[in-house]
């Protein structure tokens, strides 16, 4: 019965890493347009 928990601990611990990991792909897929507009309008703006 001890095992159980523990199990299902390590599930949750595995699938929490697993989404965070997921959506920080996800977010380095797209933090590299916005830096780039972002610097772009930083650019627009200095000139």
């Known amino acids: 019965?001890?095992?159980s928990?523990?199990?299902a601990v390590?599930?949750?611990e595995a699938g929490?890493?697993?989404?965070?990991?997921?959506y920080g792909l996800a977010?380095?897929?797209i933090l590299p347009p916005i830096i780039?507009?972002?610097i772009g309008s930083l650019t627009?703006?200095?000139l």
């Not at 929490?16 to 997921?22: D, E, P």
């Open 1 to 3: 019965m001890l095992a």
């Open 5 to 7: 928990p523990e199990n």
């Open 10 to 12: 390590n599930y949750q």
């Open 16 to 22: 929490l890493f697993g989404i965070i990991f997921y």
């Open 27 to 29: 977010f380095w897929n």
């Open 36 to 38: 780039f507009l972002g």
């Open 44 to 46: 627009d703006s200095l």
